[in-house]
């Protein structure tokens, strides 16, 4: 079976219709309110897609949004030291 998101393989998964494949770590809190456990515990695959944080200009951005990017990029910084 396919779904054409990861919220509904999640679904499916968790009736027990077959196994869901996500993108941690945006899928993990998902996966675990939905009672799911990873198949390949300490198996990870390094993907090659991307996520692109997108806005019209740095001024532009209100406060709690450049907190947002500052923070997120601050993160991505400290997990490529760590990898």
């Known amino acids: ?3 054409d998101s990861t919220i509904m393989a999640m ?11 996500a ?3 945006a899928s993990d809190k998902a996966m675990h309110a939905a009672g799911l ?6 198996v990870a695959v390094q993907g090659r897609e991307a ?5 019209p200009e740095r001024a532009a951005l209100r406060p ?5 990017r500052d923070w997120l990029l601050a993160w991505c ?3 490529e030291r760590s990898d």
Not at 51 to 55: E, F, P
């Open 1 to 3: 079976m396919y779904a």
């Open 11 to 21: 679904a499916l998964a968790a009736e027990g219709v077959g196994i869901a494949l």
């Open 23 to 25: 993108r941690a770590p």
């Open 37 to 42: 456990v990873p198949c390949l515990p300490g």
């Open 51 to 55: 996520y692109h944080l997108v806005y």
């Open 64 to 68: 709690p949004a450049r907190a947002f």
């Open 77 to 79: 910084e400290e997990r």
